[in-house]
């Protein structure tokens, strides 16, 4: 099944982008990105305004945890 997110904030620093789109979600992946896409027939369409969606964002976030599991060594975040 498709997932349609509907007017969010997108940001994708890989792609340098931060704006408010729509985003569609296909067989586990980034079908489409814009506004007002249009939603397949059987898509679940979920309405994030207001909300940050960041694509990829999950999957480093399973990288790094996956990493810390295996006894990588542990970096230190800077404030920006």
Same mark, same amino acid.
């Given at each position: 099944?498709? /997932?349609? #997110?509907?007017?969010?904030?997108?940001?994708?620093?890989?792609?340098? /982008?931060?704006? *408010? @789109?729509? #985003?569609?979600?296909?067989?586990?992946?980034?079908? @489409?990105?814009?506004?007002?896409?249009? !939603?397949? @027939?059987?898509?679940?369409? *979920?309405?994030? %305004? =207001? #909300?940050?969606?960041?694509? =990829?964002?999950? %999957?480093? #976030?399973?990288?790094?945890?996956? !990493?810390?599991? @295996?006894? !990588?060594?542990? /970096?230190?975040?800077?404030?920006?």
């Amino acid at each position: 099944m498709d /997932t349609l #997110l509907r007017g969010g904030r997108v940001i994708d620093p890989g792609t340098d /982008t931060d704006r *408010i @789109a729509d #985003l569609l979600i296909s067989d586990g992946r980034v079908a @489409a990105v814009g506004t007002d896409l249009v !939603a397949p @027939a059987d898509a679940a369409v *979920i309405d994030v %305004e =207001g #909300l940050i969606v960041g694509p =990829g964002f999950v %999957e480093y #976030l399973d990288v790094a945890r996956l !990493a810390a599991a @295996a006894g !990588a060594p542990r /970096t230190r975040s800077r404030p920006c």
